[in-house]
């Protein structure tokens, strides 16, 4: 059991560091080719910074063990909200009242609502159902870039945008650019599929479903890199970062994750999630709204309130188990 588990954290760490490089890799080699950043960041690293959720999601379908993705996706949502709003409010408090952050919010609120309605209506996820959720992203992107040629503010525009070539690590000619793509993609094959089968060796050998080791450990290790985003950026006296980061992450796992993943093949949702998790990804979602509606900065007690939210969540997972 020591073994899979320590392939399974190995596997994470792939996923992100790759993930990582394959976008920075992607990026520079556009401007390069001298595409506008608007299209690079709408594109290259809007998708990019959701590749690991993505690897995991279809190959856990192609192992057939859609459970495991559907779980990935609610988990980390979940997590997104209430550790990566949580953990950064501790430090400072984060500002919702910036331009764009409420028509994100209602976005992300409409993409949970539509994930929770489609699965209740036909279960497992079939591709129609992932083209549904798929055509999603296409127009939310879309509509970013309506917004931005027409000079409106967007926090998760900004976020998406404003990589830079030899900024932040970018390579800066054209062949050490491919070879971050490369090395980057290679990596996030590896990453997956060591995430994808020892998950499911760990659920089998401990007796419990694919549907738990999602919601839990792959969860939070594909959150890991926004997780640690908007903590850094915290620190430095940035928190405004956090909303973006959050808002855009969520936004990209329910329409691109779990659209191509649903387009790949039958993703099952366990009857436990549409009765207790998939309730908490709409909560939390919910109560991110209530403050940005109200303009209210999320701080320090709230950052508590979210976090002692999660433990609980955990313990309730737990608890499924025992």
């Keep these: 059991m020591l073994v899979p588990a320590l392939l399974l954290v190995v596997g994470i760490v792939f996923l992100i560091i790759a993930g990582d490089w394959m976008v920075r890799g992607a990026a520079a080699l556009a401007r390069h080719w001298g595409v506008p950043a608007l299209i690079v960041g709408l594109t290259i690293v809007a998708f990019g910074t959701s590749a690991p959720e993505l690897v995991v999601g279809v190959q856990a379908v192609m192992k057939g063990a859609g459970e495991l993705a559907a779980g990935n996706v609610i988990g980390s949502n979940i997590a997104n909200v209430l550790l990566a709003l949580g953990l950064p409010a501790l430090i400072m408090a984060i500002p919702t009242n910036m331009t764009g952050v409420a028509r994100n919010t209602l976005v992300c609120l409409f993409a949970t609502v539509l994930f929770i309605a489609l699965a209740f209506i036909n279960n497992p996820l079939a591709m129609w159902q992932g083209a549904i959720l798929f055509a999603g992203i296409v127009i939310y992107l879309l509509w970013m870039f309506r917004l931005s040629k027409a000079g409106i503010h967007d926090p998760i525009l900004d976020e998406m945008t404003e990589i830079e070539e030899g900024e932040d ?105 549409l009765t207790f998790d998939v309730w908490v990804m709409l909560a939390s979602s919910a109560a991110l709204l209530v403050y940005v509606l109200r303009r209210q900065p999320i701080g320090k007690f709230t950052g508590i309130v979210f976090l002692i939210g999660y433990v609980l969540y955990m313990l309730a997972l737990v608890s499924r188990v025992m």
């Excluded at 998950?199 to 479903?209: D, H, P, Q, R, Y």
């Excluded at 549907?211 to 890991?224: K, P, Q």
């Excluded at 405004?240 to 191509?260: D, K, T």
């Design 169 to 273: 690590g970018l390579p800066t000619n054209v062949w050490m650019s491919l070879f971050y793509v490369v090395v980057g993609i290679a990596g996030l094959v590896i990453g997956g599929k060591l995430i994808v089968d020892n998950a499911v060796f760990i659920a089998g050998e401990m007796g419990i479903s694919n549907t738990i080791i999602g919601l839990t450990i792959v969860a939070i290790g594909t959150s890991l890199p926004e997780i640690a985003t908007v903590i850094v950026a915290s620190y430095r006296g940035h928190s405004e970062v956090a909303i973006g980061n959050v808002l855009g992450s969520n936004v990209f796992n329910l329409f691109a994750v779990m659209g191509a993943t649903a387009m790949t093949g039958p993703v099952l949702i366990e009857p436990q999630l």
